[in-house]
């Protein structure tokens, strides 16, 4: 899974342009370079993209990397058994999932959740288990009343500076 790296601004030691991106160190596109533990790569429509690795257990990213999951990213799960019913996320009908379930009908009629990923949980995961739900999106910096046309749907990550 491909998780798209927002705009960001040039600096000292960056890469070649990705399109009109700047790659600003320490990101690196290539050993030429950038820090390699920063790698992220510039696809053919000329976006920033970062690999994770993603089954379907959910996403998954390297606890050894300076990336993490941010706490901006509300998660929507799909096709949940009713064992979620006991958990702590909002699965009734006002859910998020709920609005997205209106326009995408694929997804109607199964029992959806959604959280807001907070710092209480793991930075490194979203989990998507058997016996739990099949299916997730995520919106960044979802907003109540915005239409689900205008949702920034993928996933926020952060990263720490090089030592």
């Known amino acids: 899974m491909f998780t798209k790296i927002g705009d960001v601004s040039a600096d000292a030691g960056a890469c070649q342009k990705c399109g009109?991106?700047?790659?600003?160190?320490?990101?690196?596109?290539?050993?030429?370079?950038?820090?390699?533990?920063?790698?992220?790569?510039?696809?053919?429509?000329?976006?920033?993209?970062?690999?994770?690795?993603?089954?379907?257990?959910?996403?998954?990213?390297?606890?050894?990397?300076?990336?993490?999951?941010?706490?901006?990213?509300t998660v929507m799960l799909f096709n949940c058994s009713d064992n979620l019913l006991r958990s702590p996320l909002n699965c009734s009908s006002s859910s998020f999932c709920r609005q997205f379930e209106d326009k995408i009908e694929a997804c109607r009629g199964t029992l959806c959740c959604h959280f807001l990923k907070d710092s209480r949980m793991t930075s490194y995961m979203i989990r998507v288990r058997l016996g739990g739900c099949t299916a997730y999106t995520s919106v960044v910096d979802i907003q109540p009343h915005d239409p689900v046309d205008n949702w920034n749907y993928g996933i926020e990550l952060q990263w720490l500076p090089p030592m």
Not at 40 to 59: D, P, T, V
């Open 20 to 73: 009109s991106l700047e790659v600003p160190y320490p990101f690196s596109t290539d050993a030429s370079c950038g820090d390699p533990r920063y790698k992220i790569y510039c696809n053919n429509a000329n976006e920033l993209q970062f690999s994770s690795y993603f089954s379907s257990q959910g996403l998954t990213l390297d606890e050894k990397l300076p990336f993490h999951i941010s706490t901006c990213n």
